[in-house]
């Protein structure tokens, strides 16, 4: 039985993330660390996120799951991140001002703005719903998920995906958004698989199987 640990910082979509990773894996133990010695001995961790990214990563730095998410990067432990726990791992963040964020991954998190067109229509902020993934190279995670599938999106912050060196998938809605992020053992969505119907749950059933390496 693999250990799941699902780290709980206060600012996740908690109870959704661990019942669709207990659809997707009956037989695997899914735990809910608010603390990280409840994360020790875990076989993956999963970085969920939803909320305003300065109380997130205070949320996150406080009870010591920074040193815990850097050992686990450093050691090979596959590792998820899901919306603001993919931005979490970004070096800095534009809302309130800026955020230094953890660093993990080089790139900045960048606000919508308030005039946001495509098509010379304007589109509304926060980004809230469908869209279609292209999948921008391969990787475990995407095993049995068509290309183009569509994602369940909530967010005003996004991470550019022009000249994004660790995308892993893209979608557009006004400008181009890395809708994942990946680097030998983290992978990371700007979406959330959770809410994200079938290909959403295969996504999350291949973060179960998966190694860690690509």
Same mark, same amino acid.
């Given at each position: 039985?693999?250990?799941?640990?699902?780290?709980?910082?206060?600012?996740?979509?908690?109870?959704?993330?661990?019942?669709?990773?207990?659809?997707?894996?009956?037989?695997?133990?899914?735990?809910?660390?608010? #603390?990280?010695?409840?994360?020790?001995?875990? $076989?993956?961790?999963?970085? +969920?996120?939803?909320?305003?990214? *300065? !109380?997130?990563? @205070?949320?996150?730095?406080?009870?010591?799951?920074?040193?815990?998410?850097?050992?686990?990067?450093?050691?090979?432990?596959?590792?998820?991140?899901?919306?603001?726990?993919?931005?979490?791992?970004?070096?800095?963040?534009? #809302?309130?001002?800026?955020?230094?964020?953890? $660093?993990?991954?080089?790139? +900045?998190?960048?606000?919508?703005? *308030? !005039?946001?067109? @495509?098509?010379?229509?304007?589109?509304?902020?926060?980004?809230?719903?469908?869209?279609?993934?292209?999948?921008?190279?391969?990787?475990?995670?995407?095993?049995?998920?068509?290309?183009?599938?569509?994602?369940?999106?909530?967010?005003?912050?996004?991470?550019?995906?022009?000249?994004?060196?660790?995308?892993?998938?893209?979608?557009?809605?006004?400008?181009?958004?890395?809708?994942?992020?990946?680097?030998?053992?983290?992978?990371?969505?700007?979406?959330?698989?959770?809410?994200?119907?079938?290909?959403?749950?295969?996504?999350?059933?291949?973060?179960?199987?998966?190694?860690?390496?690509?």
């Amino acid at each position: 039985m693999q250990k799941i640990a699902v780290l709980d910082y206060g600012m996740g979509n908690l109870h959704s993330v661990a019942s669709a990773l207990q659809k997707v894996a009956p037989g695997e133990e899914v735990v809910l660390a608010t #603390e990280p010695h409840q994360a020790e001995g875990a $076989d993956r961790l999963l970085v +969920p996120g939803v909320g305003a990214i *300065r !109380d997130c990563m @205070e949320g996150f730095v406080r009870p010591g799951f920074a040193p815990l998410l850097h050992s686990a990067v450093e050691s090979g432990l596959p590792v998820l991140g899901i919306c603001v726990g993919m931005q979490i791992m970004m070096r800095r963040s534009e #809302e309130n001002n800026g955020v230094d964020c953890l $660093d993990i991954f080089p790139q +900045p998190v960048k606000f919508f703005g *308030r !005039d946001l067109r @495509e098509n010379n229509e304007r589109l509304k902020v926060p980004h809230m719903g469908w869209n279609r993934v292209e999948q921008k190279r391969e990787h475990p995670l995407w095993h049995n998920i068509e290309n183009g599938s569509r994602f369940y999106f909530v967010h005003s912050y996004y991470v550019p995906g022009g000249g994004n060196e660790d995308i892993a998938g893209q979608t557009e809605y006004g400008v181009s958004i890395a809708a994942a992020v990946a680097r030998e053992n983290i992978f990371a969505t700007q979406f959330h698989p959770e809410k994200s119907a079938d290909a959403g749950l295969q996504l999350l059933k291949n973060f179960v199987a998966w190694n860690g390496k690509v």
